[in-house]
């Protein structure tokens, strides 16, 4: 299985967000008022300003700091981490272009330890710092998440600035975080973000369990902490019912009419995980029906069997056929008027394939535009998946070859069970070192969307019976 992210710290959003921060991130209002009202009062007063930004921990104060220039313009977000000094740090600070420049105090909302004569030449520093001209433009913040903390600060900074410092109405402002009413939302959007389009369902949540966290959740922190705990309860259950062959799962989809068009509208992201939602909406077979019983566990099926859609072209499936057919094969080849010329492209093809992008643990490519099939290959792929429709095993078993030779995967079988449940076997079993990939052919003369879907959702519908997962 991908693990799943569901970060409940700002810095591992940023990390994994990749610039599209402004997709999960919902307006505060209150709390952008509040920094809407200090701006005020910085441009009349001409000088900088102090904030103690009190929150409970997991409120989202780091986020909603580090995130404001989302909501206005001309803001820059600067931070001092606690383990860099404020008086030198602040000294090297220039006056700033921006409107408003704000400074967080990072990472030092439970320094209680720390001696009252460093806090107050700290908060001299700020001082200084903010009636300069180099920080005219600039709003310092201090975060912190207890009680205890906020009423220190507000008393040294009493002393230190008084009303100057600390403004003339409340001495500090309650963070309390985004609404409760926007948990599910959230959260939804951050799972999509950072998991390549995965949704709650891929995590075995439905949307009305989601809901339901929120009652016990204080903060969107803990929220996140919640979903993180119970997709690590529901993958656990999977992975106790398969046992000691962890597989991932992947449909292999081989086509005269080449639907990669098809398999990209039914997979997510540069990972080519089947997406379940546009399965399900895809077809209308009557296997939905049943899925319908239980999303969240489909969902959930296929991102811990890393359920993948994978497409080969019909120049890649003719050429391994040739080069790597056995005996067997090469006469049901000539059968039925399929040349049998080896002309050892296979392996070039075959390395030039998202097969090989997957087991290599690389994203998918881009998708190039490339000739025109003619008739000819045409012709002879469909020839080629005739054999296949009557006797599969001959022809999975030349991919098994090519892989090996690739040094793909170390070894393989054909036809392996899985399971008292599962009425069909795994075409083919392969072994890559580290665990096991069960991939599943897909060949036909033709096929579309709709097959494709329910190719994929019968498989894991059987795949889940097999584990007895799936009632």
Same mark, same amino acid.
């Given at each position: 299985?991908?693990?799943?992210?569901?970060?409940?710290?700002?810095?591992?959003?940023?990390?994994?967000?990749?610039?599209?921060?402004?997709?999960?991130?919902?307006?505060?209002?209150? @709390?952008?008022?509040?920094?809407?009202?200090?701006?005020?009062?910085?441009?009349?007063?001409?000088?900088?300003?102090?904030? $103690?930004?009190?929150?409970?921990?997991?409120?989202?104060? &780091?986020?909603?700091?580090?995130?404001?220039?989302?909501?206005?313009?001309?803001?820059?977000?600067?931070?001092?981490?606690?383990?860099?000094? $404020?008086?030198?740090?602040?000294?090297?600070?220039?006056?700033?272009?921006?409107?408003?420049?704000?400074? $967080?105090?990072?990472?030092?909302?439970?320094?209680?330890?720390?001696?009252? #004569?460093?806090? /107050?030449?700290?908060?001299?520093?700020?001082?200084?710092?903010?009636?300069?001209?180099?920080?005219?433009?600039?709003?310092?913040?201090?975060?912190?998440?207890?009680?205890?903390?906020?009423?220190?600060?507000?008393?040294?900074?009493?002393?230190? *600035?008084?009303?100057?410092?600390?403004?003339?109405?409340?001495?500090?402002?309650?963070?309390?975080?985004?609404?409760?009413?926007?948990?599910?939302?959230?959260? =939804?959007?951050?799972?999509?973000?950072?998991?390549?389009?995965?949704?709650?369902?891929?995590?075995?949540?439905?949307?009305?369990?989601?809901?339901?966290?929120?009652?016990?959740?204080?903060?969107?922190?803990?929220?996140?902490?919640?979903?993180?705990?119970?997709?690590?309860?529901?993958?656990?259950?999977?992975? %106790?019912?398969? *046992? %000691?062959?962890?597989?991932?799962?992947?449909?292999?989809?081989?086509?005269?009419?080449?639907?990669?068009?098809?398999?990209?509208?039914?997979?997510?992201?540069?990972? @080519?995980?089947?997406?379940?939602?546009?399965?399900?909406?895809?077809?209308?077979?009557?296997?939905?029906?049943?899925?319908?019983?239980?999303?969240?566990?489909?969902?959930?099926?296929? &991102?811990?069997?890393?359920?993948?859609?994978?497409?080969?072209?019909?120049?890649?499936?003719?050429?391994? =056929?040739?080069?790597?057919?056995?005996?067997?094969?090469?006469? %049901?080849?000539?059968?039925?008027?399929?040349?049998? %010329?080896?002309?050892?492209?296979?392996? $070039?093809?075959?390395? +030039?394939?998202?097969? +090989?992008?997957?087991?290599?643990? +690389?994203? #998918?490519?881009?998708?190039?535009?490339?000739?025109?099939?003619?008739?000819? &290959?045409?012709?002879?792929?469909?020839?080629?998946?005739?054999?296949?429709?009557? +006797?599969?095993?001959?022809?999975?078993?030349?991919?098994?070859? =090519?892989?090996?030779? =690739?040094?793909?995967?170390?070894?393989?079988?054909?036809?392996?069970?899985?399971?008292?449940?599962?009425?069909?076997?795994?075409?083919?079993?392969?072994?890559? *070192?580290?665990?096991?990939?069960?991939?599943?052919?897909?060949?036909? #003369?033709?096929?579309?969307?709709?097959?494709?879907?329910?190719?994929?959702?019968?498989?894991?519908?059987?795949?889940?019976?097999?584990? /007895?997962?799936? &009632?």
């Amino acid at each position: 299985m991908n693990n799943l992210l569901v970060p409940d710290r700002f810095e591992k959003l940023k990390e994994n967000a990749q610039g599209n921060l402004q997709s999960i991130i919902v307006e505060v209002k209150d @709390a952008l008022e509040k920094i809407d009202q200090l701006y005020g009062d910085m441009e009349a007063a001409d000088r900088g300003a102090f904030l $103690i930004l009190k929150g409970e921990s997991g409120s989202g104060k &780091s986020t909603f700091l580090n995130t404001i220039n989302l909501f206005r313009k001309g803001v820059s977000v600067e931070t001092i981490n606690n383990d860099q000094s $404020i008086a030198s740090t602040l000294s090297n600070f220039h006056s700033t272009e921006f409107k408003l420049r704000v400074i $967080i105090l990072e990472g030092r909302e439970a320094l209680l330890g720390q001696l009252s #004569s460093e806090l /107050e030449k700290d908060l001299h520093s700020i001082n200084t710092f903010l009636r300069s001209n180099r920080g005219e433009r600039t709003l310092i913040v201090w975060p912190c998440n207890t009680d205890e903390m906020k009423d220190v600060l507000v008393d040294v900074a009493g002393k230190i *600035g008084g009303e100057a410092l600390l403004g003339i109405d409340s001495p500090y402002y309650n963070f309390s975080g985004p609404s409760k009413k926007n948990f599910v939302d959230i959260a =939804a959007r951050t799972v999509q973000l950072l998991n390549n389009g995965a949704s709650l369902n891929d995590m075995g949540i439905t949307e009305e369990y989601a809901r339901d966290l929120v009652q016990d959740a204080t903060t969107i922190g803990k929220y996140f902490s919640f979903l993180r705990r119970q997709l690590l309860i529901n993958t656990q259950t999977v992975k %106790k019912l398969v *046992g %000691k062959e962890q597989f991932k799962m992947w449909i292999v989809v081989l086509a005269g009419n080449e639907p990669e068009n098809d398999v990209a509208a039914l997979t997510r992201g540069q990972s @080519a995980a089947a997406d379940i939602e546009r399965l399900m909406v895809s077809t209308e077979a009557n296997i939905v029906t049943d899925l319908k019983q239980y999303p969240e566990k489909i969902g959930l099926l296929s &991102s811990v069997f890393d359920c993948k859609i994978i497409h080969i072209p019909i120049l890649t499936a003719t050429a391994i =056929a040739r080069d790597y057919a056995s005996t067997q094969l090469t006469e %049901k080849m000539r059968d039925v008027g399929l040349s049998t %010329k080896v002309d050892n492209s296979g392996l $070039i093809r075959l390395l +030039n394939s998202e097969l +090989n992008n997957a087991l290599s643990g +690389n994203p #998918s490519g881009i998708r190039k535009k490339g000739n025109k099939v003619g008739n000819n &290959s045409r012709e002879a792929f469909e020839k080629l998946a005739h054999i296949a429709s009557n +006797n599969d095993k001959l022809v999975n078993k030349t991919f098994g070859d =090519a892989l090996v030779e =690739a040094e793909l995967i170390s070894s393989f079988l054909l036809e392996q069970d899985l399971g008292d449940g599962l009425t069909r076997r795994t075409d083919i079993l392969c072994d890559i *070192g580290e665990g096991k990939v069960r991939i599943e052919m897909m060949w036909r #003369s033709r096929t579309g969307r709709a097959e494709i879907s329910n190719y994929v959702l019968t498989k894991l519908y059987n795949y889940g019976k097999a584990i /007895e997962y799936l &009632s």
